[in-house]
């Protein structure tokens, strides 16, 4: 037994050695890390920005909130002579968790957003539709799941989550099927809903790449994680945090999350976005200039040996030494609204 798990232990370490994050270059480009200053990884996954950063002299504050991901980065924390602290908690509250830590500025924030390989890989973790496990797609392991809220919510209410986070334009016809199939028996595994999905909508189409239960499976994700409230909420906090000519770099994965993300850029770099709706507010200081005027992409040699960084795109700023916005006000990020959602955590059985 100790044999097995020592081998599981460095095969685990070997395989955060080799992990290369989406986009890494670009993103150290951005951060531009030197040595003695201070970074936070928000999202520290298995580890690749760390590492990268760690190499540069940098010292780290690491955070997730999935315990697996703690654990799994214990062997990293014991190589790093001290310039690498891992701790349990989400990115929403990055400024507190690094005044916790003895930090009361740092130098860089770094947020890879959205599911982890490392997590869609683990079917029993219930983000894939490819890989058969329980229906669950909680990052932190705790909390309601995916089952409860598919198998307890109203069908209102599945149609406006899978419509606005999967953008999915026939949620309608998804929530209908889901409710139907849950009268006669409740959604436990991911194969099951991906089945009720697909057939609701058909298989693919000549030319569609993605699979019909795609949009579906990620509003629930989103859904069950707030996973754009816990981003504008990082966002923020990365703000208040900052030093000035300090660097914010975020890497997203989806339209809804980089909506977001250039939300808060226009608004804090008062850049004109070239649109009616965000239109450029001038009787503000900034407290961000752009690194780069929109978004980067990776490049294509990067998405042919890594389909899944086909959809990343970053956007970075940097800090200017005006004070951070001392009210958070959440209405630049225009998040749908789900106030009239039923709380179904306490109806609902896993």
């Known amino acids: 037994m100790a044999a097995s798990s020592a081998n599981n232990h ?9 992990h290369v994050p989406v986009m890494l270059q670009e993103v150290l480009s951005a951060l531009d890390p030197k040595p003695g200053e201070i970074f936070i990884d928000g999202t520290f996954g298995a580890g690749g920005y760390s590492s990268a950063i760690l190499e540069k ?8 909130q999935d315990p697996e991901a703690i654990s799994g980065g214990a062997a990293m ?4 002579n001290g310039q690498l602290q891992l701790v349990h908690g989400k990115f929403s509250e990055l400024d507190a968790l690094a005044v916790n830590a003895g930090y009361d500025k740092v130098d860089g ?10 997590q869609l890989n683990q079917q029993e973790r219930g983000f894939s539709f490819l890989h058969d496990g329980p229906l669950d797609m909680r990052m932190a392991q705790s909390g309601p799941s995916a089952a ?17 986070l999967g953008e999915e334009r026939h949620a309608s016809r998804v929530s209908k099927a889901i409710v139907e199939r849950r009268d006669v028996q409740p959604f436990l595994r991911t194969a099951d809903l991906a089945k009720t999905v697909e057939k ?9 790449r993605i699979h019909p239960a795609t949009r579906t499976f990620q509003a629930l994700r989103i859904f069950i994680n707030d996973e754009l409230g816990e981003l504008a909420s990082a966002l923020l906090a990365a703000e208040r945090i900052l ?5 914010l770099v975020v890497v997203s994965f989806h339209s809804l999350e980089d909506r977001l993300v250039k939300r808060f850029f226009v608004d804090r770099s008062r850049v004109a976005a070239g649109s009616r709706h965000m239109p450029t507010v001038a009787d503000s200081p900034s407290t961000f200039t752009l690194i780069n005027r929109g ?37 630049i990020f225009k998040l749908p609204d789900f106030s009239g959602v039923v709380e179904f955590s306490r109806k609902g059985t896993a």
């Open 77 to 80: 924390v014991a190589d790093a």
């Open 295 to 331: 978004m980067q992409k990776p490049g294509r040699t990067e998405i042919e040996q890594n389909p899944r960084s086909r959809s990343a795109r970053l956007r970075a700023g940097v800090r200017t030494d005006v004070p951070a916005v001392s009210k958070a006000d959440y209405s």
């Open 109 to 118: 924030v770094v947020l890879d957003v959205g599911v982890s390989s490392m």
């Open 10 to 18: 460095n095969s685990e370490s070997s395989t955060r050695s080799r």
């Open 243 to 247: 030093n000035p000519g300090g660097r």
């Open 57 to 64: 002299g940098a010292q780290v504050l690491a955070i997730d």
């Open 148 to 164: 409860e809220l598919v198998n307890v919510a109203e069908r209102t209410n599945l149609t406006r989550i899978i419509g606005l």
């Open 200 to 208: 609701a909508l058909g298989k693919s189409g000549r030319g569609e």
